[in-house]
């Protein structure tokens, strides 16, 4: 289960899905959340149980910041090059996918200033004109801003035989 948390006044704004339709897809409303998406909220995400009452597990919060596009894309740009300085140790010649901050950062428990994600990244620059898709993945934190980076460690085995992305939550 996920809840929102936006700035007040910002709901006040949002375009209304039509009111005969069941809570949930009024409330997950395409147009609904785009808007709400135009400036950063939080969102905190629940374990629901499978017994009968389907009850939620409050102590399962994880929280995550959801940015504007271009706010994420600045984060990208930041946490690639942030982090290929760390990784250079251990790979000198890792490529970074670029798109590191479109993934999903959550907040480090108990904190508000610490986000970790993952960072795909190749060992090696793919041959030719192929682009790096990720081979690896470097967990990092760092500063919701892509800021002081540091890394976590480094998972080898994230994709499965067919090549999707197989990485576990954080």
Not at 87 to 113: F, K
Not at 118 to 144: H, I, K, M, N
Request: aromatic share 6%; charged share 25%; net charge neutral.
């Amino acid at each position: 289960m996920s809840v929102n948390f936006a700035a007040p006044g910002t709901a006040g704004d949002l375009p209304a899905a039509k009111s005969e339709l069941p809570t949930v897809p009024r409330f997950t409303h395409g147009p609904r959340l785009a808007a709400l998406a135009s400036e950063p909220y939080y969102v905190a995400t629940y374990e629901v149980g499978s017994d009968a009452a389907r009850t939620v597990d409050v102590a399962s919060a994880r929280l995550r910041i959801v940015s504007p596009l271009e706010e994420r894309q600045e984060f990208s740009r930041r946490i690639d090059a942030a982090v290929l300085p760390l990784l250079r140790p251990r790979y000198p010649d890792a490529v970074t996918t670029g798109i590191s901050g479109l993934g999903v950062w959550r907040l480090e428990p108990g904190t508000i200033e610490r986000t970790r994600g993952y960072v795909l990244f190749c060992a090696r620059p793919p041959a030719g004109t192929e682009r790096c898709l990720g081979d690896l993945a470097a967990v990092v934190t760092a500063d919701p801003k892509g800021g002081d980076a540091a890394l976590v460690t480094v998972r080898t085995d994230i994709r499965d035989e067919r090549g999707v992305l197989r990485l576990p939550p954080l």
